[in-house]
């Protein structure tokens, strides 16, 4: 694809352009973001079902406290469910236009690609806005699950500790 818009300061159109640029490496960049979180929440989900296997029969064998087991149970289902949040598919997230949607609403603008470029920015950031509002709610969960992961094995190690008891 050829280049539409110079890269000349004078032209009307640079700042579209400049503008489109920032904001479709920003949308790259949360899309990366998302992806990461995704990731880290695997291993978060693995080292909270390790904890588990490895600790759990140890720790409820006979008849651990029950106050370190509630809080190694409820912090192990709060890991899980907060991490299987995180990896559910979330179709409201938006990183990308339709093509059709493009060419039909822009159309009329196809000789002005400053227009053009300007139009697709706002969009763009629209799209950003709407994607870190749901976004803080996945942070929020990851960091319920870090912290419910550490909570769980300090209550499973505290389960099969006989100098804690």
Do not use: C, H
Request: net charge negative; charged share 20%.
């Amino acid at each position: 694809m050829r280049e539409v818009v110079s890269n000349d300061v004078d032209d009307p159109s640079f700042l579209s352009k400049l503008a489109y640029d920032a904001d479709l490496r920003a949308l790259d960049k949360q899309e990366a973001l998302l992806e990461e979180v995704r990731s880290r929440t695997g291993l978060l989900l693995g080292a909270s079902s390790l904890a588990t296997s490895f600790l759990g029969q140890r720790a409820f064998a006979g008849s651990p406290a029950t106050g370190f087991a509630i809080v190694a149970v409820v912090a192990f289902i709060l890991s899980i469910a907060s991490g299987v949040y995180i990896l559910l598919p979330k179709n409201e997230l938006v990183f990308a236009f339709v093509g059709t949607a493009i060419y039909e609403q822009l159309y009329e603008f196809r000789g002005d690609p400053g227009e053009v470029y300007r139009r697709l920015a706002y969009d763009m950031d629209r799209f950003w806005s709407k994607n870190d509002q749901k976004m803080r709610r996945l942070f929020v969960a990851y960091r319920v699950a870090a912290v419910a992961l550490v909570v769980e094995i300090l209550s499973l190690i505290a389960l099969v500790s006989d100098s804690i008891l």
